[in-house]
């Protein structure tokens, strides 16, 4: 089983800029993909930012050129910092790995989410 716990979010005015932090733990064999989505009330779960293991990325259009996702694969840790944040990234912000398996099969595992509040 795999843990994710979340850190670094919190209140900050429009424009200002924070840190995600996400790390994993427990028994896996590999994390080939960590990235973050996030959820606003009422919306659905979308994709931020992921990142492979190889250092691959990939930015939903509405944070690109603002937000980079990293990831320290010797500490199991995958990053977030959110730059020129606006009230519209307001959002419960859920880190995510996945595991993948021969023929198409993954894994998914869930942080339990941490606040993202952006006041203009």
């Known amino acids: 089983q795999v843990q994710l716990v979340e850190s670094g979010g919190g209140l900050v005015q429009a424009g200002g800029s924070l840190r995600l932090s996400c790390v994993a733990s427990?028994?896996?064999?590999?994390?080939?993909?960590m990235g973050w989505y996030r959820q606003a009330p009422g919306k659905q779960r979308e994709l931020v930012a992921d990142i492979t293991s190889g250092g691959s990325t990939n930015y939903a259009d509405s944070v690109k050129g603002r937000f980079t996702i990293s990831r320290d694969n010797a500490k199991n840790t995958v990053y977030l910092q959110m730059n020129s944040l606006k009230p519209e990234d307001t959002a419960l912000f859920y880190c995510?790995?996945?595991?993948?398996?021969?023929?198409?099969?993954?894994?998914?595992?869930w942080g339990q989410g941490t606040q993202v509040t952006v006041s203009s």
């Open positions: 995510n790995a996945r595991s993948l398996y021969a023929l198409g099969s993954f894994r998914d595992y």
């Open positions: 427990g028994r896996f064999s590999s994390l080939n993909v």
